[in-house]
């Protein structure tokens, strides 16, 4: 069965520091893989998607993500938070043959000013 | 319309009785989902619609859930006899079709 891990439920980090939050995921097959945010009372938005080809991925808002799958990893970076990254980060996996994405339990961004 | 639209987007129940979450997805998505998010639980599936396919029911917690899709656009999911561990956001989404979905606001669901 398809899960997600995200080992770190908070992560601190000064703003202007650097930034990788950790996912590993399970999955049977080809996956493809999602990192979404979710700031304080608000919906989820889509920072960035892999489903092949080049395994470092581009996002939004300067995100980027590297699949490893020799280690089953889906790391987030950036390299310079700004304080409006403060927010909930879920990454996601889910394939071609499921057409449901299964989310980790997210980790909580705070930025030390 | 341009988003996924949820109401309400707030409700405050009483314990054991029924409440109605409406979604109205992206015109033109096939694909519908529900999903419930509490406190410190990350995003739990609940059931997926695609086009006219037997939806996938697969992570409805227990017989009290049930959704409906009608004419392959809003979906109602429905909670009877809601219970105090009912309470959450209630999640939907919508997509063209794998992979990558599009949420709603949600609807914060309390019951006291």
């Known amino acids: 069965a398809q899960s997600v891990t995200q080992p770190d439920i908070h992560i601190t980090v000064s703003e202007g520091a650097s930034l990788e939050l950790r996912c590993n995921y399970s999955y049977g097959a080809t996956p493809y893989l999602f990192w979404y945010v979710q700031s304080p009372g608000q919906g989820l938005q889509l920072l960035l998607k892999y489903f092949s080809g080049d395994t470092l991925v581009q996002g939004i808002k300067g995100f980027e993500a590297e699949f490893k799958r020799s280690q089953s990893s889906f790391n987030l970076r950036k390299p310079s938070v700004h304080w409006s990254d403060a927010a909930e980060y879920f990454c996601?996996?889910?394939?071609?043959?499921?057409?449901?994405?299964?989310f980790g339990k997210g980790t909580r961004l705070h930025i030390l000013p | 319309g341009a988003g996924v639209s949820q109401s309400p987007s707030n409700k405050v129940t009483e314990k054991g009785k029924d409440v109605e979450l409406r979604c109205d997805p992206i015109?033109?998505?096939?694909?519908l989902y529900w999903y419930r998010q509490s406190l410190g639980q990350g995003l739990e599936f609940l059931i997926y619609f695609q086009g006219n396919s037997a939806p996938d029911k697969s992570g409805l917690p227990s017989d009290r859930f049930s959704a409906e899709r009608t004419g392959g656009s809003v979906s109602t999911l429905t909670i009877q006899r809601t219970q105090q561990e009912d309470s959450a956001v209630y999640l939907c989404?919508?997509?063209?079709?794998?992979?990558?979905?599009?949420f709603g606001s949600g609807t914060r669901l309390t019951v006291v």
């Open positions: 996601a996996v889910g394939g071609e043959r499921d057409d449901k994405i299964i």
């Open positions: 015109s033109g998505h096939t694909a």
């Open positions: 989404a919508s997509s063209l079709g794998h992979p990558g979905y599009t």
